[in-house]
């Protein structure tokens, strides 16, 4: 062991994370509060029980709201530091102590952890206050915002981890959260499955999570990312892939990446802001974290790099496909988030290059995809709680707000200049196709494939929101057998989503412009662009001349003619694309029935063998018991002649051994 | 001990040279070896079990005497004492206590029990028989060099040199086994003790006699047994007079003794010696005849109320 | 006439008394078949005594004595306490044992 402490001296190495700050700074202790003050007011909210209930949702939008002036606090003192000092730990002490296993509690500071702060307390915050009407007629209000706030802590702890260890705790708290957030109408038991389904799912990326910490600590004997990251360059490379599989495989849990992806169309189970907040901005973006964090190991690990690109190029364009076919405007919705994960994966796959975009394409996303769900929720909010978009049309003219702050949204992740998705997602394609040394043909499949998805969510989210707000109305009676009333939302609601349309039009081009990159540089580190190959100009014509093709072939499919209220059969890829290309049926084959057989098979074993085995001895001993019972007659002569004639057996039996 | 040595050859035990018993020794064991087996047989068959203790004994007392035979004088007296003399004896007293009961009778109730013993029986003698029979010996020592000075001796030197501590033991346990016998024939007092004191005071709650009752004959100026003491007032204590003699009708009447009496304190005749006699012609007192003048007092007529005593004599 | 006589008359008389024990249902005449049993026993153990020129074999002898006559007392004794209780000397009315 003593070779494995040796390897957790803090050996400071300017490569990866350019470097780990030796200056303390002060102010960089607040970041405590960002973790606490939401867990207090969740803690406080479950505790205090009902007496909260007039009061407590207001009490989980302050919590929020606070740790985001928090974290306002910590930008403007990072920011007030000099670049090379931006990375800044703060140590909470020794969390465990055991053998050579010591983690220390600690917090981290630096512009990618601080850009997540930002993201997750902004958009919490507006969720939260859009969650209080939306919520309004619930009668466990209290509860729901006791676990937004309790969601809001764990991922907090999970960007803010100076450790592995420490990180897997926020890892776990989002994934409890997201939990009892999918099954916040338990009552429901689809929706109780759906909690189970993604809990499940995400136990398998927890599994990768633990695998590669225990891989790290039998290589560096430690887990806190500047151990780690300083100790890359000494590790074997076979240990460092695999390592780097086993985080892609926690990462494809949390961000329903390929293989893992099934969870999150079910997941919409849960109230609308839930699918806001986590289920679009935060928490599936946590797996895309967890790779950059970890860029150091897969910058090490080719391979792993290049699995990583594989996956989320598959789940880009495996969700692309899904979003188009789906009906129900948040499981479409659910798809278009699959897919954009899947091209922040993809950015995230490419190497440093790829870092800060999917950083920058994550926060513009947050925005955007956000602001959807909001105007999905409020559809839903004035339309009677209808999902179908068959049974929406026109609308635009009923809803103006949630019209138009859907519609910034819309065209931000079309990527139409200048809203944020253009500036976003036209730099991951970009740098999809930057060569990389030896192997040009990754610059073209990964490109190529950025490019075709480009195109497919043009169409998909076309479709979406021309079905939704354009063409006739197509509305059924509500479910009490009245005649709907579209309604614009309350003020609570829709003040949340003109913030995020205003930031799906704008935030791209703001960051752009304040040098956002630059900012997380101290985080991900400086990469030298290389020349894609095809010229930046040609790839931005190309990706709008997709787009383009995209929304005018939804224009004319949705907008101009009719769209039939049942679903019409469509093509072979349709029907594959409206049940997730068969992904549960395929999970269902491989994993569930041979698990399930081989859980009979066992339960008939243990049955059959094991328990007819052991009843059948105790059974055979009754019986025996039975017989010899009848020894017993209690009369001592009885047993007197039994120890007689057993005496003379023996003597008999040694005579004649003995001969 | 000496007197029983003398009966026997004065070398008991000795071997000749062939590891062969003397012809004597011989003579004695084919006199008592098939009688011990037959005793053996009877108690294994005797209907009442004082026989079967009769035909133990019986064993006991020859083993004694193979026991001197074979040159273990100590063993033998030993053998006689405890077994014969103690454990035997406090079998039959057991028996006696226990009594006879139809446990005697030889009638089998365990089913197949009959059978099963005689088989185990039989077996056992085989087995053991084989055994002695296959087993080798080697020349036989003999105790005339073990028994010097004298076995008794040698025996003694054994016990209480080198087992002293079992000799020690087994007093313990002999202590522990009479302490245990006391135990467990032991019966608990389930009523209070009754004692003189508590005699009395039930003699006094149900209206008994306070005191003991009186002697005969005191009062009655007369001393037989037969005669009923008087009460102060002249009347004849019936309770004075032995149970067995009234309930054998033998009782005197005291009022017959007292007219004689007081004739006789008057100047009648009695016959000597504490004689009383009814011849009218005698005259003399208890001490013989008396001369001259005696004064004849007639005894007075019987009162109505049956007191015949005058007050104040 | 040789010592194994004695041995065999010992053995005849062990098995004679163990049957006893085993046939008879009086709990007295069971109890001199033991008696008979440890005799037959004191026998062998001075003819062994005799043959090897050792007194250990008679010291021990002298020790089982001893002890049958403890056992004696308390066998006695116990069935004296069982014959006031149960009226009876028969070892086949303890039965109790039986569940």
């Known amino acids: 062991m003593h070779t494995l402490i040796t390897l957790t001296a803090p050996a400071v190495v300017p490569t990866a994370a350019g470097g780990v700050s030796s200056v303390a700074w002060s102010g960089a202790q607040a970041a405590v509060w960002l973790v606490a003050l939401p867990l207090l007011s969740s803690a406080v909210l479950l505790l205090l029980g009902r007496r909260a209930d007039r009061w407590g949702h207001w009490l989980g939008v302050l919590a929020s709201a606070a740790s985001f002036v928090v974290g306002l606090v910590l930008l403007v003192g990072l920011l007030g530091l000099p670049a090379d000092q931006r990375v800044q730990d703060v140590d909470l002490g020794t969390w465990l102590d055991a053998g050579a296993l010591s983690i220390g509690a600690g917090l981290r500071v630096d512009p990618l952890s601080l850009t997540f702060v930002l993201l997750v307390t902004f958009v919490g915050t507006l969720i939260h206050v859009y969650s209080v009407a939306y919520m309004e007629h619930d009668a466990s209000r209290r509860r729901f915002f006791a676990y937004l706030n309790l969601f809001v802590a764990a991922m907090l702890l999970l960007v803010l981890a100076d450790s592995y260890a420490l990180l897997f705790v926020g890892w776990e708290g989002v994934g409890l959260a997201s939990y009892l957030l999918i099954g916040f109408w338990n009552h429901h038991t689809p929706y109780a499955v759906a909690a189970k389904k993604a809990f499940v799912a995400n136990r398998v990326g927890d599994v990768g999570l633990l695998v590669a910490m225990g891989l790290l600590f039998a290589t560096f004997g430690s887990l806190d990312f500047a151990t780690v990251d300083a100790g890359v360059a000494g590790a074997s490379e076979g240990t460092l892939t695999l390592v780097g599989l086993a985080l892609l495989l926690a990462a494809c849990g949390k961000s329903a990446q390929f293989p893992l992806q099934s969870w999150l169309g079910d997941a919409m189970a849960g109230p609308t802001p839930v699918s806001a907040l986590i289920h679009a901005a935060t928490m599936v973006t946590a797996g895309v974290y967890l790779i950059i964090r970890s860029g150091a190991v897969f910058t090490a690990a080719p391979t792993a790099q290049l699995v990583v690109a594989v996956v989320g190029a598959i789940t880009l364009l495996f969700g692309a ?339 | 001990m000496s007197p029983l040595l003398t009966v026997l050859p004065a070398a008991a035990g000795a071997l000749t040279e062939s590891g062969q018993t003397s012809t004597a020794e011989a003579v004695l064991f084919w006199t008592l070896g098939p009688l011990m087996v037959l005793a053996a047989l009877g108690l294994l068959f005797a209907r009442k079990a004082v026989h079967a203790a009769l035909a133990v004994i019986f064993i006991m007392i020859s083993l004694a005497f193979m026991y001197v035979a074979q040159g273990a004088e100590f063993l033998g007296v030993v053998q006689v004492v405890v077994y014969t003399g103690a454990v035997m004896m406090l079998f039959l007293f057991v028996l006696m206590l226990v009594g006879v009961d139809r446990s005697d009778s030889l009638v089998e109730t365990i089913r197949g029990q009959r059978w099963l013993g005689a088989l185990a029986g039989l077996g056992l003698a085989v087995v053991l028989a084989g055994v002695v029979g296959r087993a080798t010996y080697g020349p036989p020592t003999g105790l005339a060099d073990a028994n010097l000075p004298s076995n008794p001796q040698a025996v003694a030197y054994l016990i209480f040199g080198q087992h002293v501590l079992a000799m020690e033991v087994v007093g313990a346990l002999l202590v522990t086994a009479a302490l245990g016998a006391l135990v467990l024939t032991h019966r608990g007092r389930l009523t209070p003790k009754v004692g003189q004191r508590e005699l009395a005071e039930r003699r006094l709650r149900t209206g008994g006699h306070p005191v003991s009752l009186p002697a005969p004959g005191v009062y009655a100026r007369h001393n037989a047994m037969d005669v009923p003491a008087l009460g102060p007032d002249g009347t004849p204590l019936e309770s004075s007079v032995p149970r067995v003699l009234r309930v054998r009708g033998q009782e005197a009447d005291a009022r017959a003794y007292a007219a004689r009496i007081d004739r006789v304190l008057a100047g009648g005749w009695a016959v000597g010696a504490g004689t009383f006699t009814s011849d009218e012609s005698y005259r003399g007192g208890p001490d013989g005849p008396v001369e001259g003048a005696v004064t004849i007092r007639e005894p007075q007529a019987p009162a109505e109320d049956a007191t015949p005593e005058e007050d104040g004599r | 006439m040789s010592l194994t006589h004695y041995l065999v008359l010992a053995a005849i008389l062990f098995a004679i008394g163990a049957t006893t024990v085993l046939l008879r249902r009086n709990a007295i005449i069971v109890f001199m078949g033991v008696e008979l049993m440890l005799n037959s026993t004191n026998l062998l153990l001075v003819t062994f005594s005799r043959m090897h020129g050792n007194l250990s074999g008679q010291v021990l002898a002298f020790f089982v004595m001893v002890v049958a006559a403890a056992e004696v007392v308390v066998g006695l004794a116990i069935i004296v306490s069982i014959f006031r209780t149960r009226r009876s000397a028969s070892v086949d009315d303890v039965n109790l044992l039986k569940s």
Request: glycine fraction near 12%.
């Open chain 1, 321 to 659: 496909i899904v979003g188009c076919a789906k009906d129900d405007i948040k499981k479409a919705l659910a798809a278009s988030t699959m897919s954009q994960i899947g091209y922040m994966v993809l950015a995230a796959g490419l190497g440093p290059i790829g870092y800060a975009f999917a950083i920058f394409h994550l926060v513009t996303h947050g925005f955007f995809k956000a602001g959807m769900f909001l105007g999905a929720g409020s559809v839903m909010h004035g339309m009677d709680d209808q999902v179908d978009m068959r049974r929406f049309g026109g609308l635009g003219r009923y809803m103006k707000i949630t019209y138009f702050t859907f519609m910034a949204g819309w065209l931000a992740i079309l990527g139409i200049p200048p809203f944020a998705g253009f500036f976003s997602k036209d730099k991951i394609i970009e740098a999809a196709f930057v060569p990389v040394d030896g192997e040009p043909w990754r610059a073209w499949v990964f490109g190529t494939v950025a490019l075709v998805g480009a195109g497919i969510t043009a169409f998909y989210m076309s479709r979406l929101f021309f079905m939704t707000f354009e063409g006739q109305k197509r509305w059924s009676t509500r479910r009490d057998g009245s005649e709907q009333h579209p309604h614009e939302s309350p003020a609570l609601m829709t003040w949340p989503m003109i913030v995020l349309a205003v930031g799906s039009v704008g935030l791209g081009w703001v960051l752009s412009t304040v040098g956002f990159v630059e900012w997380l540089e101290p985080s991900v580190g400086h990469t030298e662009h290389e020349e894609p190959v095809l010229a930046v100009p040609v790839l931005i014509a190309l990706t709008l001349i997709a787009v383009a093709l995209g929304l005018v072939l939804a224009w004319r499919r949705y907008a101009v003619s009719t769209v039939p209220v049942t679903p019409p059969l469509g093509t072979a890829l349709t029907r594959a694309a409206r049940v997730d290309l068969h992904q549960d049926a395929v999970n269902d084959a491989l994993l569930v029935e041979p698990g399930q057989y081989l859980t009979r098979s066992l339960v008939y074993g243990d049955k059959a063998v094991v328990d007819g085995a052991v009843t059948g001895l105790g059974r055979a001993t009754v019986a025996l018991g039975d017989l010899v019972r009848r020894a017993q007659n209690g009369y001592a002569r009885s047993y007197a002649a039994g120890m007689v004639v057993g005496v003379v057996v023996l003597a008999f039996v040694v005579l004649a051994v003995r001969g």
